[in-house]
């Protein structure tokens, strides 16, 4: 396939449960580690391992807070998170549309 | 990829009544407004109106709270917590015009059921509106949220308001008549559906999710 057709996609969130978490935290403003683990179905380990990269490419804001007593790890991406979702989805649409 | 990216957003809309609580409040609540506008139909105290006003802001105010404070305790330890988004405003605008569309759609229906057909066409028309306008909401969460639970609320809002409704309308006028009619009949069918399917919801729920001793993450 020529290079030239290919889309400048984004691979910090083109990754399958990088898209999961990224869409389900595009729907809402904030969630917690436990709702991620739910929706996704990801492992603790895996979640972890990419809301890491996730938080690296600035995408993703995480906060370790407390609910009384008991520790939170709340998440929510950035603007720039929202921005590049929404970039990446009409990018997609716009290769899917060429095709 | 699109779908992906949608069965994110339906099941972030799905969580909101994935545990039920919604649909015990919202059911218990429409069954009380029911019996407070059957009351008022049978009654000339001047109290009942102003009681059931209250009951009805005081509902709408206080109901947020309460759903989510039983959140807190029931589901988010269970299942995680989440904060909606609050609507943008193009989305609170293109809200307002669909329903102000909807709005007078409906006002021109009963119209011209009254202009065409007389009072008995108008009172028809109007037996249906309200059936029909539960059965647009209810179907539209249903949509949104990929929910055959609320699919079947808004059915039985249609079908069996309609016909409460209707069979209404064969009786002489009465004030158990007005009050079916004012919206007494598909409250109460829409409420108890709505409140026997949280409960059933909220047992599933309770059933799937026990509540571990597991370190929070």
């Known amino acids: ?99 | 990829m699109s779908s992906v990216i949608r069965s994110a957003e339906q099941r972030v809309q799905r969580y909101w009544t994935e545990d039920g609580i919604p649909d015990l409040f919202v059911g218990l609540f429409f069954v009380i407004y029911a019996a407070l506008l059957w009351w008022d139909a049978h009654t000339d105290s001047g109290w009942v109106p102003i009681i059931r006003n209250t009951a009805l802001v005081l509902g709408i105010v206080l109901g947020h709270f309460v759903v989510q404070a039983l959140k807190a305790r029931v589901t988010y330890p269970r299942t995680g917590y989440v904060k909606y988004r609050t609507p943008t405003r193009r989305e609170i605008a293109r809200g307002l015009v669909a329903g102000l569309g909807i709005g007078a759609a409906l006002v021109l229906l009963m119209l011209a059921g009254l202009t065409v057909g007389g009072y008995a066409a108008g009172q028809i028309v109007f037996a249906f509106l309200g059936p029909l306008l539960f059965a647009g909401i209810l179907g539209a969460m249903a949509y949104q949220q990929a929910s055959g639970r609320y699919g079947v609320y808004a059915v039985l809002a249609l079908i069996g308001g309609m016909l409460v409704n209707l069979a209404s309308l064969q009786i002489a006028p009465t004030a158990a008549r007005n009050a079916i009619l004012n919206g007494a009949g598909v409250l109460t069918i829409v409420g108890v559906a709505m409140f026997a399917g949280g409960a059933w919801t909220l047992n599933r729920y309770l059933r799937t999710h026990p509540q571990t001793e597991e370190p929070p993450v």
């Open chain 1, 1 to 99: 396939m020529s290079e030239s057709i290919l889309p400048d996609i984004d691979d910090v969130i083109h990754a399958p449960a990088r898209l999961a978490i990224v869409a389900t935290l595009n729907a809402v403003e904030e969630a917690d580690f436990r709702y991620l683990l739910n929706a996704t179905g990801l492992t603790k380990g895996n979640l972890s391992t990419h809301l890491s990269k996730l938080e690296e490419a600035g995408y993703v804001q995480i906060e370790k807070t407390f609910r009384g007593k008991m520790p939170l790890t709340l998440l929510r991406l950035t603007p720039q998170g929202r921005t590049a979702f929404e970039e990446y989805r009409r990018t997609m649409l716009r290769f899917f549309n060429q095709m």
